[in-house]
């Protein structure tokens, strides 16, 4: 049962941050370096860092997500990174500021539905942590 | 031979005067043929608007607007959250008319947090005006161009299914880029470079 649900799991937000990329890869990285400086949490060289590094990364986690490589250091990764992105939201929600959350491209302005839709995504990247450690566990014991 | 060379540094200061200086019609800032377009929508009450205005719009109007590669379009966004947005997107379209669009304009985000508490929205404006200007804006916000152009705005806000302010749309030919919220002027800068 771990199993499938672990399958399940990553190839979901394997998916999920592989079209994330792509919305991001597909237009000029200033596009992507605006959405994340209307946030207004980080200095000018790390909206510059960010916004050329992030897609990227989302792509190779995409990719071990989807590969199964590495599972649990590709899991904790994802949390983390859903983690800071669900903070910064939050933040942004709380502030009314009306921005775009910068997600999936541009057009898509931080809401309750985002702030939903981003908490199931890292309840889901969690979830795939503590089950990938239980099949580790699992098969360690088997051996 | 000196009715040629006249004539050609007339031309020429014509020229550069058409391509460089910004034409204020009030609302619409600098030269229509420029390269970049950029519709600025937004709220006098909402302080990400003000930020925007301070940090970035100022330096935008000096290095990009004035120098003919942007043309920039001001529209009105009141948004229904805040009870004094609407009148005082009334009160700038009046100002357009009697030709101190500008003048409100910078007055209102000087004095948003004031005008905020104390609802009086066209007292703020008035105070930047001469008491002769101040008159005539009185008797404009009550006629209906003002209404009329607030409503026009507010109608291509939702043509573009804005989520809030400030929005900027910045076209560049058939490029267009949506950009929400208050944007550093480092960045859009930048960003307005890469189109040129």
């Avoid at chain 2, 930020?51 to 229904?80: A, C, M, S, W």
């Amino acid at each position: 049962m771990t199993r499938w649900i672990t399958l399940a799991l990553r190839l979901v937000l394997g998916a999920i941050f592989l079209y994330a990329a792509w919305t991001k890869l597909r237009q000029p990285w200033l596009v992507f370096a605006l959405s994340i400086d209307a946030y207004r949490l980080l200095p000018e060289w790390a909206v510059f860092t960010v916004a050329r590094v992030l897609p990227w990364l989302e792509l190779a986690l995409g990719v071990m997500l989807v590969a199964g490589l590495q599972l649990r250091l590709t899991a904790m990764a994802t949390a983390t990174l859903l983690a800071g992105f669900y903070v910064a939201m939050i933040y942004s929600f709380s502030a009314g500021s009306g921005i775009d959350c910068g997600c999936f491209g541009v057009g898509e302005a931080v809401s309750a539905r985002t702030l939903v839709r981003d908490g199931l995504l890292l309840a889901a990247a969690v979830a795939l942590v503590i089950s990938s450690g239980r099949r580790r566990r699992m098969s360690l014991a088997m051996a | 031979m000196k009715r040629i060379i006249l004539f050609a540094l007339l031309g020429g200061a014509a020229f550069a005067q058409g391509r460089l200086a910004a034409f204020s019609t009030g609302k619409a800032l600098g030269n229509p043929q420029a390269p970049i377009r950029i519709e600025l929508f937004s709220d006098y009450q909402c302080p990400a608007c003000k930020q925007l205005h301070d940090e970035t719009i100022t330096p935008l109007i000096n290095n990009y607007v004035n120098t003919g590669k942007v043309y920039l379009v001001r529209r009105e966004f009141p948004l229904p959250i805040h009870s004094h947005a609407l009148a005082a997107a009334r009160i700038a379209c009046a100002a357009e008319q009697i030709g101190k669009y500008q003048q409100v304009c910078d007055q209102m985000f000087r004095t948003q947090e004031s005008w905020t508490q104390s609802g009086d929205v066209l007292g703020a404006a008035c105070s930047v005006l001469s008491p002769a200007d101040a008159k005539k804006l009185r008797e404009l916000v009550s006629a209906s161009q003002a209404s009329q152009t607030v409503e026009s705005d507010l109608r291509a806000g939702q043509n573009e299914k804005l989520n809030g302010t400030p929005t900027m749309i910045i076209t560049k030919v058939v490029r267009r880029y949506p950009v929400a919220g208050p944007v550093s002027y480092a960045v859009l800068s930048r960003f307005l470079d890469s189109l040129q």
